[in-house]
């Protein structure tokens, strides 16, 4: 079965540094999808970054990018110039491109709490 | 990609009642989802809501305690019933064409009194 792994409970960063948030997957699937969701306190889960395993190249939305490491089965991902608004708890989810027997629903890691510090 | 409108936000319900949550999505999805989410834990999935047929549902949730109906690919309801105190959640829907990644609803905070 899949499974992912955030080994970091809580996370903190200083407003304007850096911030690298660890993911690692288990799967047997070649192609599959990956994702980070970022969820405030206002509960609303927000898609963050997505990544596909057949792409080699890193996906990079403005401030946020990932290291994708697919023989390392590793997913990162990386806020840049970290801001308030960047406190949120994050999580890391696994997607198999074909479905088989699943139902196609992701597969969340446990989150990371970051927190960003003015 | 499309926008779901979850309701209601949050409820308090009394012991032994049951409360419908709603989802409408702005556009067709082939697939829906609904969670569960502790307050700072991660989500888990109750069940696939298919539409026209039975949810599938996971390992511990059971259709008698939460009947999920989705009469079309825009709109899905999760009803919990006989409320417990244990039911206190928060309740997400979620959807989307399965392409790419799926988006939420905003959730449902249920406290059981």
């Known amino acids: 079965a899949q499974t992912v792994t955030q080994s970091q409970p809580e996370m903190s960063v200083q407003e304007a540094e850096t911030v690298t948030l660890s993911c690692t997957y288990d799967t047997s699937e070649s192609d599959y999808y990956l994702f980070w969701y970022k969820q405030p306190p206002s509960r609303q889960m927000i898609l963050v970054i997505r990544?596909?395993?057949?792409?080699?190249q890193n996906a990079t939305e403005n401030r946020f990018s990932v290291n994708f490491q697919k023989a390392a089965k590793s997913f990162s991902l990386k806020i840049s110039d970290s801001q308030l608004g960047d406190a949120a708890m994050y999580f890391c989810?696994?997607?198999?491109?074909?479905?088989?027997?699943?139902?196609?629903?992701?597969?969340f890691g446990k989150g990371t709490k970051l927190s960003v510090k003015p | 990609s499309a926008v779901i409108s979850q309701k209601p936000s949050r409820d308090i319900c009394q012991r032994g009642t049951s409360l419908t949550i709603q989802c409408q999505v702005d556009s067709q999805v082939t697939m829906m989802f609904w969670y569960r989410q502790q307050p700072g834990q991660s989500l888990t999935l109750i069940a696939t809501a298919n539409q026209g047929s039975e949810a599938t549902y996971e390992s511990g949730f059971v259709i008698d305690k939460f009947p999920i109906s989705r009469p079309n690919l825009t709109f899905s309801t999760l009803t919990v019933s006989n409320m417990s105190p244990e039911d206190s959640s928060i309740y997400l829907c979620s959807g989307g064409t399965g392409d790419w990644g799926y988006t939420f609803g905003s959730g449902t905070r249920l406290t059981v009194v």
């Open positions: 990544q596909e395993a057949y792409k080699q």
């Open positions: 989810a696994y997607r198999p491109l074909n479905y088989g027997g699943s139902q196609g629903n992701l597969i």
